[in-house]
Nanobody, 124 residues
């Protein structure tokens, strides 16, 4: 069991940057693959980025490649999502998620634990 709390959301202008944080508590943080998802109004929740247990492997949705970077700091039990060159279409509630299975991926069903979400709004 792990508890996740996101922070760092806010309002930014297009082209700006934000760094989201996801603080984990409970079971050993390094036991989980971690992912970021987002949900815009009227849309289904979609995959953004994922990182494996060691932090040595990442992958991203095509829509954010080259702009977003996922990372983790085991000493702080925290996962980050650095978001650069933000676009209005990035506006959504962003969720952190944890997966304790051997692998990791982009499917919502792969993730067992979720944070409460943090709002990101990008103005044009």
């Amino acid at each position: 069991q792990v508890q996740l709390v996101e922070s760092g959301g806010g309002l930014v202008q297009a082209g700006g940057s934000l760094r989201l944080s996801c603080a984990a508590s409970g079971r050993t943080f390094s036991s989980y693959n971690m992912g970021w998802f987002r949900q815009a109004p009227g849309k289904e929740r979609e995959f953004v980025a994922a990182i494996n247990k060691s932090g040595g492997s990442t992958f991203y949705a095509d829509s954010v490649k080259g702009r977003f970077t996922i990372s983790r700091d085991s000493a702080k039990n925290t996962v980050y999502l650095q978001m650069n060159s933000l676009k209005p279409e990035d506006t959504a509630v962003y969720y952190c998620a944890a997966d304790d299975s051997p692998g990791f991926g982009s499917s919502l069903r792969s993730y067992d634990y979720w944070g409460q979400g943090t709002q990101v709004t990008v103005s044009s």
